[in-house]
């Protein structure tokens, strides 16, 4: 598909045409790129998986997106977030970029995910098994 849409872009070029393609959106994944997308506050919402295997992996990622400001949610299933990937398990995922008509969505679930996420802090005084 990239190789395609750079052939394409530049046969426009040769053409003297104005490039019309434009960079597919794809959900970003794996430990240490959602990191980086995080602290480079690039990261519009961070899904990660509860049952991570260990959990030290992932156990410091919510205090890493409530520093920088990145809404985040817990969900179950490290399967499902990789079906989101086409893969067998993901850890977790993040979304950097929307198609226009779904950023009002995508605000509506950031909203929501900070106030039950990143600004609940009963969740984070509670002892085990709180999330």
């Given at each position: 598909?990239?190789?395609?849409?750079?052939?394409?872009k530049?046969q426009?070029?040769?053409?003297?045409?104005?490039?019309?393609?434009?960079?597919?959106?794809?959900?970003?994944?794996?430990?240490?790129?959602?990191?980086?997308?995080?602290?480079q506050?690039?990261?519009?919402?961070v899904?990660?998986?509860?049952?991570?295997?260990?959990?030290?992996?992932?156990?410091?990622?919510?205090a890493?997106?409530?520093k920088k400001?990145?809404?985040?949610c817990?969900?179950?299933?490290?399967?499902?977030?990789?079906m989101?990937?086409?893969?067998k398990?993901?850890s977790?995922?993040?979304?950097?970029?929307?198609?226009?008509e779904?950023?009002s969505?995508l605000?509506?679930?950031?909203?929501?995910?900070?106030?039950?996420?990143?600004?609940?802090?009963?969740?984070?005084?509670?002892?085990?098994?709180?999330?």
């Open positions: 598909a990239k190789k395609n849409r750079l052939m394409e530049a426009a070029k040769k053409d003297g045409q104005e490039d019309k393609s434009k960079k597919p959106q794809v959900i970003k994944y794996g430990l240490n790129h959602v990191t980086t997308l995080i602290e506050k690039v990261a519009k919402l899904v990660i998986a509860h049952d991570v295997e260990p959990i030290e992996t992932v156990c410091w990622l919510p890493l997106c409530r400001d990145v809404p985040y817990i969900i179950k299933g490290k399967g499902r977030l990789g989101l990937v086409h893969k398990m993901a977790c995922v993040a979304l950097t970029t929307v198609r226009q779904d950023k969505e605000d509506k679930l950031a909203e929501n995910f900070k106030a039950q996420f990143n600004d609940n802090t009963e969740v984070r005084r509670r002892w085990g098994g709180g999330i």
